[in-house]
């Protein structure tokens, strides 16, 4: 049943293409889908978390520090767009391509586990996005001072939120 979510959740997938996939009728595919999706909302707490401690914090930044030769970061931010079918109220659910679309936002340590997610319609930018999040908008209170995320051009140098500088790198004396 994972490998069902799983084709689900892929690019371009969709619950009848994930059923015929695997021999399951359309129907089936859909309730266990939803089911299996149900599970994962419940349980989402326990695995998508911010730390609540500064020795939380610590093991992130060290893990960033480790891992990228990045000190003072703790967390690294990022917005995709995802195609959706086309809602009976759509206005505002376009994106920049064109087509409706979520723009789901993660912010992951250094593992690559979320830590928290936000989606807004398509027509939201990663910078409006992060600006209207909950973790955009409580950041200051947060994370600790000093320490900070990490986004690509698509969001907003901030004390709190490193960008890309001009050659797509980050500039660490910034750091």
């Known amino acids: 049943t994972m490998g069902l979510l799983m084709l689900y959740l892929a690019p371009s997938?969709?619950?009848?293409d994930a059923g015929l996939a695997l021999g399951i009728s359309k129907?089936?595919?859909?309730?266990?889908?939803?089911?299996?999706?149900?599970?994962?909302?419940?349980?989402?707490g326990d695995f998508i978390f911010i730390p609540s401690t500064q020795a939380g914090w610590q093991v992130i930044m060290d893990g960033f520090e480790a891992v990228r030769g990045y000190p003072y970061v703790c967390g690294a931010v990022d917005g995709s767009l995802f195609e959706i079918a086309r809602p009976a109220q759509y206005e505002g659910w376009y994106c920049k391509g064109f087509y409706p679309a979520i723009n789901m936002q993660a912010v992951c340590d250094h593992r690559r586990r979320f830590m928290d997610n936000d989606m807004r319609p398509g027509s939201y930018s990663d910078k409006?996005?992060?600006?209207?999040?909950?973790?955009?908008?409580?950041?200051q209170n947060v994370i600790p001072r000093g320490f900070h995320f990490l986004g690509d051009a698509g969001f907003t140098l901030s004390c709190e939120l490193l960008t890309l500088s001009r050659t797509g790198t980050f500039d660490k004396t910034l750091l």
């Not at 997938?13 to 009848?16: D, E, Y």
């Open 27 to 44: 129907p089936y595919a859909v309730v266990t889908i939803n089911q299996l999706l149900r599970v994962i909302c419940k349980r989402a």
């Open 13 to 16: 997938g969709s619950m009848k």
């Open 128 to 139: 409006k996005t992060w600006k209207v999040s909950q973790i955009g908008t409580t950041i």
